[in-house]
Every structure is written in C-alpha cells, then in structure tokens.
Nanobody, 120 residues
Framework: QVQLVESGGGLVQPGGSLRLSCAAS????????MSWYRQTPGKERELVAK????????NYADSVKGRFTISRDDFKKTVYLQMNSLKVEDTAVYYC?????????????WGQGTQVTVSS
C-alpha cells in the first residue's frame, strides 16, 4: 500500500523557519521524482519544489527561491522541505507528491497534506 505521510507543519511567525518531512512507503522511492506542492482556499495547487531521483537536480517556484530547500534521503525514503524566512503568503496546506515509474507506467501519489500557517 502506497503511503506518503507529511509532518512538520504548524504555526510560525513571519521570518521563522519550519522543516516539513514526507515519509514514503509502498513504491520504489529512489527511482521517483519527489515534489512539494501547496494550496490555499480557492486557488489551484502550485508546485513549490521538486527533486529528481538521485537528488542531482532541484527546481523551485520563483516565490520560494533562496528561502526553501528540498532534499531527500533515499535510505530513509523521506523527502524534506526546509523553509526559512517564511512570509504570510507562504500560508497554505503543503502536499507531498511522488512521480514513480514502474513497468512502463508512471504513477502519481499524493500525501494528505500538512497545514503551514505564517502569522504574527
């Protein structure tokens, strides 16, 4: 059974930091591209950061470049999002996503989301 379990969300003041974690199971993590998305009410889910298999390439939304860092630990089957210098506009539900190839088919998996609230 595929599972993506996010943790680390919460309430933080502007300028603060949080570290999100996403623990994966049930698919071949090391071959999968992993991403973090976020969504606020009434808006489409947007890509925040992506890291490909092997961890050599990362991509970020312009709005988080220089503040957020995505990383992965293939041994622990976990992807992280370190968020620094948080802004009120970073408030959203953050979702972990996996794009996993298997036997010629590409599967997309989502976690349940974790709330991040940036407020004074």
């Amino acid at each position: 059974q595929v599972q993506l379990v996010e943790s680390g969300g919460g309430l933080v003041q502007p300028g603060g930091s949080l570290r999100l974690s996403c623990a994966a199971s049930g698919f071949t993590f090391r071959r999968s591209a992993m991403s973090w998305y976020r969504q606020t009410p009434g808006k489409e889910r947007e890509l925040v950061a992506k890291i490909i298999s092997g961890g050599g390439t990362t991509n970020y939304a312009d709005s988080v470049k220089g503040r957020f860092t995505i990383s992965r630990d293939d041994f622990k089957k976990t992807v992280y999002l370190q968020m620094n210098s948080l802004k009120v506009e970073d408030t959203a539900v953050y979702y972990c996503n996996a794009v996993s190839p298997s036997l010629g088919t590409v599967y997309h998996y989502w976690g349940q989301g974790t709330q991040v609230t940036v407020s004074s």
